[in-house]
């Protein structure tokens, strides 16, 4: 803070005395050009010189800051990618709040920009099929697998969700099996596999699944147990003897 006052002093002292020097009669500068005439004193003159050079560093700094890669060019970078991160968390808002549409909307147009497309993708397919809007939900998740390799399995998972919601069961499990026997201890595809097998009365395949799903601890104890009981269950009534052993 001293120093700050000391140097406010001097700056005061030294600009009345630029004043007083430049009042004084200490001879003139005149310029000519063709008909028009500029005159002015010696401090005038080097008081404008000085602020010419001055302007002119400041103008080539500028310019080439303006011409290096962390110039113009990153701060538009960083510009668009702010505005693609501030895209991404309002369409994951939209999300939370259940605004399907609009929550995909927000999450496409963030998704060119954003340092993580895959999420854009995924989730606007989510938030397309929870609007029933199908065909783009999968539009989508071939984009996203096409685009993103390594997200393909979580772009199956999403659609084998949207396949158990239309009911599709059949085709659910054509593409869950595979990646069953591939990825053994995926919790969420054995997860997925499960819900498809029940929702279609498939108990002898659900009951060949539980070993897993208890080996892999895809379902939490009390669940598993209520899980295993029910499977039994159906499995009995669905039991029909044989005449021969009656």
């Known amino acids: 803070m001293r120093k700050l006052l000391v140097t406010l002093v001097i700056a005061l002292l ?89 929550a995909s ?12 497309p895959d999420v854009n993708l995924l989730f606007a397919a989510r938030a397309a099929a929870e609007n029933n809007q199908i ?24 659609l084998a969700e949207m396949l158990i919601l239309e009911e599709q069961f059949h085709k659910a499990v054509q593409l869950l099996q595979p990646i069953a026997a591939s990825k053994p201890g995926d919790r969420g595809i054995l997860r997925l596999l499960a819900d498809t097998y029940y929702l279609m009365g498939d108990w002898s395949s659900l009951q060949k699944l539980l070993h897993d799903l208890n080996y892999y601890k895809a379902i939490n104890p009390s669940n598993m147990k209520a899980l ?8 009995l009534s669905d039991f029909i003897p044989d005449p021969e052993f009656t």
């Open 228 to 235: 295993e009981l029910d499977v039994y269950a159906n499995l």
């Open 14 to 102: 030294l600009g009345a005395a630029s004043i007083w020097v430049m009042q004084s009669d200490s001879g003139y500068i005149l310029l000519s050009f063709n008909n028009t005439t500029v005159e002015m004193t010696v401090w005038v003159g080097i008081l404008l010189y000085l602020t010419l050079t001055v302007l002119g560093v400041w103008l080539l700094l500028l310019f080439k800051w303006l011409g290096d890669v962390g110039g113009l060019r990153r701060w538009w970078a960083l510009r668009r990618s702010k505005q693609h991160v501030s895209k991404t968390a309002q369409g994951l808002i939209l999300f939370a709040d259940h605004d399907w549409k609009q």
């Open 135 to 158: 065909d783009q939900a999968r539009m989508l998740l071939e984009q996203l697998k096409v685009g993103h390799p390594k997200a393909k399995l979580l772009a199956d998972k999403a």
């Open 105 to 116: 909307t927000m999450l496409l147009s963030g998704a060119d920009g954003s340092s993580m």
